[in-house]
Structures are given as structure tokens and as C-alpha cells.
């Protein structure tokens, strides 16, 4: 049973974005804005307490310490193409609105969904992250489709592929459990999701500032994972 909610809670999570960015539609500053800093911190400190530990367990630490590295260089080279969307924010291209414009935002999005899957197989305090963060990404994306003037079947059908993306990379997990090659793919994650929740940080709030709302919802969300 817990094995089947690791696959529906993507799906949950990007179902309950686009039905909270339906209901808070083109508000300037809906008060959910701090579910962005939370997930943030939330997705941060389980990396830190549950998935690096265990990475750094193995015996090839300066491999799995490149791995780390190379994927938080891959997510900078996803953000090229996805525009930022794994973060909160999404611009649409001022010279190109077209069809390869959006294929490459979304290749990049689908990429990253994927990976964040993999480390599931076996780190299940990772899946409560993940499905934190993937809610205002959901509403990020459903925002940005309808601003570009998406069909309501081509939004569905690219909102179902990005929620399924997660649930495929978990599965690919599960797949490799007793394989090496799990725990680089994981570092890869691991230095994913290292650069996406410090972004998320030091960007969700306009001009970078800290308020005190926001600094007890990552205290709060640093708590919750210690304690988890």
C-alpha cells in the first residue's frame, strides 16, 4: 500500500496545484506564496538529514561527490530551457512563442521530473518533499500554459506527462535498487535538488528579501523534516 502511494502522490501534487491555481487565478499575491519557501526548505533539509548521509555511506565518495556536482550543473543547464519553472517563476520567450520554444521547456521540465523520482525507490521521507514541491510547480506551469494560450487538451495532456514523470523515474528506481549505478543516479538527484531548494530560497520573494513569514516557514519546514 505505502509502495502505491509513492506513485499517486506526484500525481495528487500536480492535481491539487492546478486546482489551486484555478481557484487564486491572476492574484497579484495569493497568501500561498509560502508554500514556495516551505517546499524549499522542506526538499533542502531531507536532502541534507536523509539522502546525502546515505550517499556518502558508500565507499566511492569523491565519484559520488562529482555525481553531485554534475547535477546541479545539469539542473543549471535544464534552467536554459525550462525557464526556471522547477523554482516558481516562468517567463514566456519575448522573441519566440513557438512550438520548439515550448517543446524545450517542457523536455526540460519532463528531465527534471524524472530525476527526482529515482531516489524514492528506497528514501521514502523524499516523496513527502518532492510532493511539496511539485504543488507550485503544478501551478507555475498551469499559469504559464494558460498565459500561452494552451488548448485546454494540449494543457491536459502536457500536465498528465509531467505528473507521470516522477512516478517513471521512481519506477526506474525500484528497477536498479540493487544496482551501483542507483547511487550515482541518486547523487545526481541529490545535487538537483541542492540547487533547486537553495534557488527557491533566495528567489521566491521579489528583490530577495527575508520577512519574518517566510523565515518561520523555513525554520518550520527544517523542524518537520528533523523530526521525520
Not at 565518495?61 to 516562468?90: D, M, N, R, Y
Not at 514566456?92 to 521547456?105: A, K, Q, T
Amino acid at each position: 500500500m505505502i509502495r502505491s502511494a509513492l506513485f499517486v502522490l506526484p500525481v495528487i501534487a500536480v492535481i491539487i496545484g492546478v486546482l489551486i491555481a484555478v481557484l487564486v487565478e491572476r492574484k497579484s499575491k495569493s497568501p500561498l506564496w509560502i508554500l514556495l519557501p516551505f517546499s524549499g526548505s522542506f526538499l533542502l533539509s531531507i536532502t541534507l538529514f536523509d539522502l546525502m548521509p546515505e550517499l556518502f555511506s558508500a565507499p566511492e565518495t569523491k565519484g559520488i561527490s562529482l555525481a553531485v556536482l554534475c547535477g546541479i550543473l545539469l539542473q543549471i543547464f535544464l534552467e536554459f530551457f525550462s525557464k526556471g519553472a522547477e523554482h516558481g517563476h516562468v517567463h514566456l520567450s519575448d522573441s519566440g512563442e513557438n512550438r520548439p520554444y515550448y517543446f524545450s521547456v517542457f523536455t526540460a521540465l519532463f528531465i527534471h521530473a524524472f530525476l527526482e523520482g529515482t531516489p524514492l525507490a528506497h528514501i521514502e521521507t523524499l516523496s513527502i518533499a518532492v510532493f511539496l514541491h511539485k504543488i507550485p510547480i503544478a501551478m507555475v506551469i498551469y499559469q504559464f500554459l494558460k498565459k500561452a494560450n494552451f488548448s485546454a487538451a494540449g494543457t491536459f495532456v502536457l500536465l498528465a506527462s509531467f505528473a507521470m514523470m516522477t512516478p517513471l523515474g521512481l519506477f526506474l528506481g525500484q528497477i536498479l535498487v540493487d544496482s551501483s549505478l542507483l547511487v550515482y543516479l541518486d547523487a545526481l538527484s541529490a545535487g538537483i535538488f541542492l540547487h533547486v531548494s537553495t534557488v527557491i530560497l533566495f528567489e521566491s520573494e521579489k528583490g530577495h528579501r527575508f520577512n519574518a513569514k517566510k523565515v518561520l516557514a523555513i525554520v518550520t519546514a527544517i523542524a518537520i523534516a528533523y523530526l521525520l
